[in-house]
């Protein structure tokens, strides 16, 4: 869906899932390839909008985000 949007995305949801429900997961407890959706999204330059269920679950992701940015 990436590709197929391309430069018509303008805002980027972020939350892991295990592909049974949208569970707002902790980014890297899912099944997510994260690497792979943010090489298809390095044009893109808008916000990333973390989802979690708790603070604790937004840190985590946003410290995992941060680390596999690097």
């Known amino acids: 869906i990436i590709d197929l949007l391309g430069d018509r995305i303008i805002n980027v949801h972020i939350h892991d899932n295990d592909g049974t429900a949208d569970k707002h997961m902790t980014i890297g407890d899912g099944n997510i390839d994260f690497g792979n959706v943010f090489k298809k999204l390095r044009r893109y330059m808008g916000n ?19 680390a596999l940015l690097r």
């Open 48 to 66: 990333y909008i973390i989802e979690a269920r708790s603070l604790e679950s937004a840190v985590e992701s946003l410290d995992r985000l941060n």
